[in-house]
């Protein structure tokens, strides 16, 4: 059933200078695999490493991990499998804001903020990305601290690593770069089936 409501995040990249951000548009009862989708979309992440939401139970008030179920989970570490979780059961108001951990070696950190509850528009798909700046570092550069170093060596031909870097990227790489329009969501559904199956 189509939600009727329609989350507006922000979705922003912690310890990365100048901030790397998002805003994205998504109805109010998706479940939090389908958030997660939805920023790996609109950041440019390729969906390649584990990843966790820490969320606060309006309820009780304790914080709870959603994401990818995992056997050896530590005692007290439970983690709510996110395909059965809908977002609207944790972001109750606008202001709420939670975690959202991707790749547990690179360790990038989102803040994620619901900034507005709107109407569905008529005739409108979600999840659409609205806003942004500047692109999402490259997979596996060795996380906030590495992306410092990859820039300030792309940045400088003297720098005893630009050669080898900018070999790795492939050539190059703008870190302005960034055009809402050009951002497409993948099928959460499809996505989902092919990780149960290789999980």
């Known amino acids: 059933m189509k939600s009727e409501q329609i989350y507006q995040f922000k979705i922003t990249l912690k310890d990365v200078k100048p ?3 998002r805003q994205v548009l998504i109805p109010a009862n998706s479940t939090f695999w389908e ?3 939805a920023i790996q979309d609109a950041m440019g992440w390729n969906d390649t490493h584990l990843h966790e939401f820490k969320v606060k139970d309006p309820g009780s008030g304790g914080m709870h991990r959603i994401g990818l179920p995992d056997n050896e989970n530590e005692a007290g570490r439970e983690t709510l499998p996110g395909w059965s979780v809908r977002i609207d059961q944790y972001f109750i108001s606008v202001g ?6 991707y790749d547990f070696g690179d360790d990038w950190m989102h803040i994620i903020k619901l900034e507005k509850i709107l109407p569905r528009e008529k005739g409108s798909s979600y999840p659409v990305c609205i806003g942004g700046e500047r692109a999402c570092p490259p997979e596996d550069c060795g996380g906030p601290w590495g992306y410092a170093e990859l820039l300030e060596a792309i940045s400088d031909e003297n720098h005893e690593r630009h050669d080898d870097i900018l070999e790795w990227l492939g050539g190059g790489f703008d870190p302005e770069a960034f055009d809402p329009k050009a951002v497409s969501f993948t099928d959460a559904e499809e996505r989902l089936k092919f990780v149960l199956e290789n999980y």
């Open 19 to 21: 901030s790397v951000w």
């Open 96 to 101: 709420t804001s939670a975690n959202y951990w």
């Open 35 to 37: 958030l997660h989708v």
